[in-house]
């Protein structure tokens, strides 16, 4: 399909998700619906686009995502994907931090690492989900398959890990052949092993594309397409056995035009020499952009759906075809070095024979300084044009680290927004993040107060009510679900609330006291709690050491985790008519924001507020309905900083 024309590029990679959407269809037909189906998006998605690729694969149904590290897995989560991700590969020590922070799934393969990784667990205090890798003949990552069994046993006995699922890995899926059927065997002899013991592993897999295609009995609890889902065959043997369309094109434009005489050199080391006049075509790729210099007097191209030969030596930067046979051939035409134009094709198989390699390496670097272009329903702007990723996130905090994101946040904005939204987020977790999780952002915080008196038959039951207004609070906000049970802490002091905030399962904390006589269990109150407007039970309340504990929660919300949802707490306490002072504070970054102060039916002579936000837009906006009401608004596009918050003071 045709860009168009205020979407010109010297050269770009099209990445058509409407094919990648048919091939997940053709997926799903293959494993049925009782199979999951994990989408591998390690290597930016083979070059597609891990972030794009990873979201319209959810959309489809991907039950998680496949990552060769925690820094791809990383990127993902800071682009706002917060389903399950495994990686594939073995993980180093080094790695466990961001595993725990990012709620990754790595894959285990010795022991030594999972004793680590236990210990770290443990000190977050944290149950980590695990797949154990078996080597069955791969001869690559994984415990040897005559270790495995051994290697559960003791994993299971550390209390701070999960074990969630077990895989091993084909070496010749792609193929017929009896070793894939010796690995199976192997595997299957594991897996009735740990039957035997009554260790039941939730999930278990090993095929991938070459296994979905040749070999259904494999297919277990899940799949781990890889290669199919971009569009490729594993093999020639595989292409009667499914109907996939391939995902990428890579394309260029001509940008010079020349007619040379015979016996002229073309391109370095003189390795073409034109036999007649020829007229050859100049355009902007070469090995700096995956094109093999291999394919120099080797490769071809399309234009104007024609093939034409490449001549000369395949540069850095730029190579030459011969476009004699063209005659209408200009610059600025449309030059396609993989993918299909008019009745022509050049797939990534053809592109791989000629450099003697495999179609996943033509994925990978094909195109790697080229824009992707993503074709959704058949239109080119629904999904914002970008180059490879290239910022990977690390949790080195300094000022200089800050200056530098700053400065390339700045730089970088201008031309992919993608990418400068990943470094704004990196900069909040510079900022405000901790070491061991992931920063909670919050959007659309609504903050609804409602102060009135207390009814009269309460004030004649217990007299001192009379000293205070009874205050209703109602707090909405939407945010990353992360614990099925969690906690609303109440404080009375400093100390308390600090102990609250480092507390990974306390959602909301309130500081009771500042002066005033009351007392916890009885003068504060959660009445309602709400997630995705579906009352959760409160399941115990206690005073401790540290403050008054409400617990809530249920097991279906589980199925919420790591989800955006929609979270609502109504609190009602009290506050002595002494003082005169109601404060709102904001402690974690939040997108839009909408604060009420209601007091309707109270005899306030003035209510006044002094607002200290920090961010872009630090002057919200103040709507004030006199003896009712005062509410400030920030536009749910603006982020507020941690820190900010409100004050509402009144005289009678």
């Keep these: 399909m045709p860009l168009k024309e205020n979407q010109k590029y010297r050269s770009w990679v099209e990445v058509d998700l409407d094919h990648f959407t048919r091939n997940w269809a053709e997926m799903k037909r293959l494993v049925g619906s009782g199979v999951r189906i994990l989408q591998v998006v390690k290597a930016d998605a083979y070059g597609h686009g891990a972030i794009e690729i990873s979201n319209v694969a959810l959309k489809n149904g991907a039950a998680m995502l496949g990552v060769a590290n925690a820094d791809e897995a990383v990127q993902l989560r800071v682009s706002g994907i917060t389903a399950p991700i495994l990686i594939l590969s073995p ?80 070496s010749s899926s792609e193929v017929m052949e009896d070793y894939n059927r010796m690995q199976w065997s192997l595997f299957r002899e594991l897996l009735d092993k740990l039957d035997g013991e009554a260790i039941r592993i939730p999930v278990k897999h090993m095929a991938n594309s070459g296994a979905i295609l040749n070999f259904s009995e494999f297919h277990l609890d899940m799949v781990r397409p890889g290669l199919m889902s971009y569009g490729i065959y594993p093999s020639a043997e595989t292409k009667t056995k499914a109907s996939l369309y391939p995902v990428m094109c890579f394309k260029t434009r001509v940008v010079l035009i020349k007619e040379f005489p015979k016996g002229y050199s073309i391109g370095y080391g003189r390795s073409y020499i034109t036999d007649k006049p020829t007229k050859v075509a100049t355009i902007p790729v070469g090995y700096g952009d995956g094109y093999g210099r291999i394919l120099s007097n080797r490769g071809e191209a399309l234009i104007r759906g024609r093939r034409t030969p490449v001549i000369g030596r395949v540069s850095m930067d730029m190579c030459t075809l011969d476009v004699t046979h063209i005659p209408d051939c200009q610059i600025g035409d449309e030059v396609v070095l993989m993918g299909r134009q008019g009745q022509e094709c050049i797939s990534a198989d053809d592109l791989a024979a000629k450099l003697n390699t495999i179609s996943y390496e033509i994925l990978c670097a094909l195109g790697k300084r080229a824009p992707r272009i993503f074709f959704h329903k058949g239109k080119t702007d629904t999904v914002e044009p970008r180059l490879r990723r290239i910022f990977i996130p690390d949790e080195e905090k300094s000022i200089s680290r800050i200056d530098n994101i700053i400065r390339y946040c700045f730089q970088t904005r201008a031309r992919d927004e993608e990418l400068g939204d990943a470094i704004y987020y990196e900069m909040f977790e510079t900022l405000f993040g901790k070491e061991d999780r992931q920063l909670e952002l919050r ?210």
């Excluded at 999972?114 to 690559?140: N, Y």
């Excluded at 959007?443 to 001192?464: A, G, H, K």
């Excluded at 989800?563 to 002595?576: M, Q």
Aim: glycine share 6%.
């Design 91 to 170: 993980s180093t020590n080094s790695e466990i931090n961001e595993i725990i922070k990012y709620n990754l799934v790595p894959s285990v393969s010795d022991l030594s690492f999972a004793r680590e990784l236990q210990k770290i667990g443990k000190k977050a205090a944290i149950r980590v989900p695990i797949h154990i890798e078996v080597d069955t003949g791969m001869g690559r990552g994984g415990t040897m398959h005559h270790e495995a069994f051994k290697m559960i046993k003791e994993i299971l006995d550390l209390p701070n890990l999960s074990l969630e699922g077990i895989f091993t890995h084909l």
């Design 443 to 652: 959007t659309n915080f609504r903050y609804d107060i409602r102060v009135s008196e207390f009814p009269r038959q309460e004030v004649l039951s217990d007299p001192l009510t009379g000293d205070y207004f009874k205050v209703t609070t109602h707090i909405e906000y939407i945010k990353t679900l992360k614990n099925p049970i969690f906690m609303i802490g109440c404080a009375l002091n400093d100390e308390q609330l600090a102990g609250f905030f480092e507390d990974k399962q306390c959602e909301y904390r309130w500081l009771l006291n500042r002066g005033e006589d009351l007392v916890m269990e009885r003068d504060f109150r959660v009445n309602s709690v709400r997630i995705d407007h579906e009352d959760i039970p409160i399941i115990r309340t206690e005073n401790t050491a540290r403050g008054y504990e409400v617990w809530c929660g249920e097991d279906k919300l589980k199925k919420k985790l790591n989800r955006p949802a929609r979270v609502e707490i109504e609190i009602l306490t009290k506050k002595s008519k002494s003082n005169n002072i109601f404060s709102v504070y904001l402690v974690y970054p939040t997108r839009g924001l909408d604060i009420s102060f209601n007091y309707e039916g109270i005899n306030f002579k003035y209510v006044r507020e002094v607002s200290f936000f920090s961010g872009k837009q630090p002057y919200p906006e103040v709507t004030r309905e006199k003896g009712k009401s005062v509410k400030l608004r920030i536009s749910d596009n603006e982020w507020v900083f941690p820190n900010s918050g409100v004050a509402f003071f009144w005289g009678f």
